[in-house]
């Protein structure tokens, strides 16, 4: 039986970053994944939107450091991950949305995010070509942007594989104990004895959770995106419409630093399960919502179009913190955010599993730790 200080469960959007940060620790590492190799599961699917537009606090402290890391990577390590500072903005076109967006300012200025509520003429330079006609304004963070998930996902293996972390790929959780001062985990290929064990398992993290008889209250359910040709780069942000439409709840694109567009949509109703076949039905949906809303989309190619999981809890919000025992943590149910979460969130765990926490981690797991009562939903779920 191999020994570690902490074993990690998922290498993907959350995993793969906290085991580097870990390994920076000095730690002792194994990541396990049941994939051939990193951020092959949720990851992959993921559109690259990252964001500290939140409306609660918790989730902009958690995504305005992974801001920072995103933003400086290449300039620190050097490789290319695609990051794009191209903002977001949440357009009104209803009062209902107009009167939810501004409502929230304020409170998203003192959790330290650096938004403005914006009258139509500021929007319509922003997204030149934008539909003129209702539009009643809406706000925009400049701060934001995009990056590459597979490109990032592979530059924090190899950080943390140089540190000295371990991954050990297509290998199977298949039991796992955690007492108070340590914790075992079997897999198809051998036990791992560790002083903390973490469930980073995505869409499987109930059912891991299950092993140590702790129920995680996260279910996936089924998003689909798309992509099209690359052209000129013609708007800066990620443009997020949240009015519901028929089959949608809302919608949301950017133009990558590619020059293609991404886009994805929420159904509604939901789509429950893990099912990633992608449908005839999502293209003609999204484009009809979008060329609507911005005409000049009408004019491109889509290249391909895929579909994932949200792995959801019952408040839209992540679940974070020590769970059941003292061995056993859990950072799960990043309800379809994972990427722009991840590496907040692996700075916060890192932390927490060396005692290094600070008042306001201590803050953040108040509001988003697994105890918490999941009646309430975010704003801009």
Not at 4 to 26: C, K, N, Q
Not at 133 to 161: I, K, V, W
Not at 183 to 197: F, I, K, L, P, Q
Not at 269 to 294: A, K, N
């Amino acid at each position: 039986m191999s020994s570690y200080d902490v074993v990690v469960i998922g290498a993907g959007s959350v995993g793969t970053p906290l085991s580097m940060e870990l390994a920076e620790r000095g730690l002792r590492v194994l990541c396990l994944d049941r994939e051939a190799s990193a951020g092959r599961g949720n990851n992959r699917c993921a559109i690259g939107g990252i964001r500290a537009t939140h409306s609660e606090p918790a989730k902009v402290s958690l995504c305005l450091r992974s801001l920072e890391v995103f933003g400086s990577w290449e300039e620190t390590y050097g490789d290319d991950i695609g990051w794009r500072e191209g903002g977001y903005c949440y357009v009104a076109y209803d009062d209902r949305t107009r009167s939810l967006l501004r409502g929230i300012v304020s409170d998203q200025r003192k959790a330290g995010l650096s938004i403005t509520w914006n009258d139509p003429s500021v929007i319509l330079e922003l997204v030149p070509g934008i539909r003129e006609e209702g539009l009643l304004g809406g706000t925009y963070s400049p701060h934001d942007g995009s990056a590459n998930p597979m490109q990032a996902c592979y530059a924090f293996h190899r950080r943390a594989a140089n540190l000295g972390a371990e991954f050990g790929f297509g290998e199977t959780v298949l039991g796992l104990e955690a007492g108070e001062s340590r914790a075992m985990v079997r897999t198809d290929r051998g036990e791992y004895e560790c002083g903390s064990v973490v469930n980073c398992a995505g869409s499987h993290a109930r059912d891991l959770g299950s092993m140590v008889g702790v129920d995680l209250p996260v279910n996936p359910d089924s998003h689909e995106a798309g992509i099209t040709e690359p052209v000129e780069i013609f708007f800066g942000p990620m443009v997020v419409d949240i009015r519901k439409g028929p089959g949608s709840a809302n919608y949301y694109f950017y133009q990558h630093a590619t020059g293609q567009v991404v886009f994805c949509i929420t159904p509604d109703p939901v789509i429950p399960g893990t099912d990633d076949r992608e449908t005839s039905e999502f293209l003609p949906m999204v484009s009809r919502r979008m060329v609507d809303l911005y005409p000049r989309l009408g004019n491109l190619k889509v290249r391909r179009t895929w579909r994932g999981c949200y792995p959801q809890t019952p408040d839209g919000s992540p679940i974070l913190g020590r769970c059941g025992s003292e061995s056993h943590y859990v950072a799960v149910g990043m309800c379809g955010q994972g990427f722009m979460l991840g590496p907040g969130v692996a700075s916060l765990m890192a932390r927490l599993i060396t005692g290094e926490s600070t008042s306001d981690d201590a803050a953040v797991l108040r509001e988003l730790g697994p105890d918490r009562d999941f009646g309430s939903e975010e704003a801009l779920k």
